[in-house]
């Protein structure tokens, strides 16, 4: 298996994880160790195991969490340290996301998440400040 | 200068390149390879030189981009990676901002930035599908 396959893989069961709302799968997939951090859409930083791994407990065993599906994976690599860029889908949300993972022991473990939501529709150009052009999604 | 004191400097020479819009020093402060990616608010990601070097060409040239400043940074080194966890102020705006770095030759260089809107106000209990507790900032 090439470097590529085994981190989409790992992105691959963190949205299992997520869409079934596994807490303990979930637990599994970060790093063992408190230099780990996760932002979620609207919130603050979570930072360390007892803050990320909460943060997940409580957002996957919310009952009314809406199903969630990861499109266009696209894996970055260099050495022990890698990330995946994807689009997530809950519901009808489209957000901008990224895993980061570092290799422990030959497995791919998140040290840290991020989910920005996409909001095409609500860009006006009196209002957003930022407008790049030729993004690569 | 430890490891902390050197990547938060980093840190803040990316959001003194942001505020005064110079385009060279910030396409500077990131990696020399194409291994690096940007999410900007509302945005999918940006992948390799050409797109984030481009986009943030695109945004520090725009007469109306409006001033920023960050706030709470909050550093998180393993080796010779390492991230910066911070809000960012945009006018009225806040948003919480990871920088990704990696040590290179002595010097910290962005990986991935990735800018993600708070909207504590805009959030409903009808409409959060997030609603974790006890974050950190």
Sequence with gaps: MTDESTILAANAAFYAAFSMG???AMACLWA???A???IHPGW???VGR???VGSWRDILENARSPAITCHEPHAIITGDEGRVLSIEMIGPLALAASNH??????MWRLVHHQASPIAK???HASSDPFRPAGQIH
Tied chains: 1, 2.
């Design 22 to 24: 596994d807490v303990e």
């Design 50 to 52: 007892i803050g990320v």
């Design 121 to 123: 529709a609500e860009i």
């Design 32 to 34: 063992d160790d408190d």
């Design 101 to 106: 993972f570092k290799r422990v022991g030959g």
């Design 36 to 38: 780990i951090s996760c």
């Design 44 to 46: 603050p930083a979570f």
